[in-house]
């Protein structure tokens, strides 16, 4: 996987030309490493990051694999993938379930950066997909359009199993989704970070200044992610 990926995105231009028969099993490919493309966007981990490289293999940790390539790279690769609005309903309920599963598994008695790091890690790797997005979209408003609808119908028909709490969490966020006017769930998509967190920390025994600090730190997480994207 880690060869197919830097095949596609380890080149001059910033638009790769994919075919389109190939950007949904792709995609499905991708969704199936989850974890690791959600601490590649996040781009935190510093395993992740010493072995990012080319030539260095994949590893071993916790009884499974894990890959990691260059942030630019993958980020190319997304792009090609994201065309397809299948392809990018697929990556991004993957990152949301990866995202869910983050947050759950916070203890219950995390302070400062053991709160923190989980939701605004999400934030960013979700900020990222935004601008994936983006690049992704038609500039042709019509066609834009069609996209967005694409994914929403494929991002609205996944179920959620809500007996644990990863699920409820996802539950949440795809039932604030459905209940958004049309119109309005671009726009609201690009808030799931923030979304998320918010429902996160109703579920914790949460004083308001902490919670205020918390989300502040995740909504600034998700806008800077987006801006790198964007440039």
Known sequence: MKDVIF????????KIELDPALRV???????GYAPDVHEMLAGLDNEYIVNAGDNKSPWGAEGTYHLSVWNSVLTKTLRAVAVNPQAYALLRM????????????VPADAT?????????????ALGILDGVADAAESQDTQEAGKWHASVFDCLLNEPADQA?????LTAAWLHALRNTPEGQRPERL???GLDMARAWAQTRSMDEP???????????SARNAHEEVKH
């Not at 099993?25 to 969704?31: F, H, I, M, R």
């Not at 993957?94 to 759950?104: D, N, R, V």
């Not at 709160?115 to 960013?124: F, G, V, W």
């Open 94 to 105: 993957a990152e949301t379930h990866t995202a869910a599963g983050q947050l759950a598994a």
């Open 25 to 31: 099993p792709l995609a499905t490919a991708l969704a």
């Open 7 to 14: 095949a596609l995105g380890w080149v001059q231009s910033q």
């Open 190 to 192: 690009r808030t799931q």
């Open 164 to 168: 644990e709490p990863a699920g409820r």
């Open 210 to 220: 902490t919670r205020q600090n918390l989300l502040t730190k995740v909504e600034n």
């Open 112 to 124: 400062g950066v053991d709160l923190s790091l989980q939701p605004t890690k999400n934030a960013r």
